[in-house]
């Protein structure tokens, strides 16, 4: 009897023991599909506000390309710099191997690329800023309502040809990229969207928008509409 008591009670132990290490295997699971599950909400809201920036980068360019058709204007004279711009998003590593771990490698190659992007036309819309403001200082105008125009003689000109040169060659470059890189930084997000299910048993779809420039800080801005004399 005291043999067959210590085996029961040798079993009811390895049972308890049983129950604990799969409790405690069963917290761990938990434990990490709630990280894989924040992990993948905070790259969903960083990609989501990549592309609205991307977008009403774009959105921004196509107004001014159609200031710069309805005045026959450059689109340096037309492009408004924008003064609030957005912060940059950097995507961590921890997001970056979700995408991997899940063997999404052509997602996880578009989704870097929204990264790039999004930092470059920052960086791109901030130079402008800076330099279209210079050239704005340098230049003066005559305000007619929030249309300025300045008559420069060929001295002038001369002199500030370099600034003019990149000024116009920012305003072409970003013209040049802005529809591109919304459409893509669009189209990563909806697939993104579409692989939340994996992730977190549910997809998401949310869509905001941001203004980009007050009617005062565009007022301050306004573009210039230059001429020889």
């Known amino acids: 009897s005291a043999i067959v008591g210590s085996l029961v009670g040798g079993a009811i132990a390895l049972a308890i023991q049983l129950l604990v290490f799969l409790d405690a295997r069963k917290e761990r699971k938990r ?3 709630e990280i894989i599950a924040a992990t993948a909400y905070t790259l969903f809201l960083k990609l989501q506000s990549c592309g609205n920036d991307l977008k009403l980068f774009a959105q921004h360019v196509a107004e001014a390309t159609a200031r710069a058709e309805q005045f026959h204007w450059e ?3 037309a492009m408004v710099p924008i003064p609030n711009l957005p912060s940059h998003q950097e995507f961590k590593s921890e997001e970056n ?3 991997l771990r899940a063997k999404k490698f052509a997602l996880f190659n578009r989704i870097r690329d929204v ?9 791109a819309f901030q ?3 800076d330099r279209r403001t210079e050239l704005g200082k340098q230049m003066g105008s005559m305000m007619n309502g929030d249309i300025g125009s300045v008559m420069l003689d060929a001295a002038q000109l001369h002199a500030l040809g370099p600034l003019m040169a990149d000024v116009r060659g920012l305003a072409s470059s970003i013209a040049g990229t802005a529809e591109e890189y919304a459409s893509e930084a669009l189209s990563a997000w909806r697939d993104y969207s579409d692989l939340m299910q994996e992730f977190t048993g549910h997809t998401l779809e949310l869509d905001f928008s941001r203004q980009i420039a007050t009617d005062d800080q565009i007022a301050a801005n306004s573009p210039v509409a230059s001429s020889t004399g």
Request: charged content about 10%; cysteine-free.
């Open 75 to 77: 689109m340096w004279q």
């Open 115 to 123: 990264e790039v992007t999004h930092h470059s036309s920052i960086v």
């Open 31 to 33: 434990q990490s599909d």
């Open 97 to 99: 191997v979700l995408l």
């Open 127 to 129: 130079l402008y800023l």
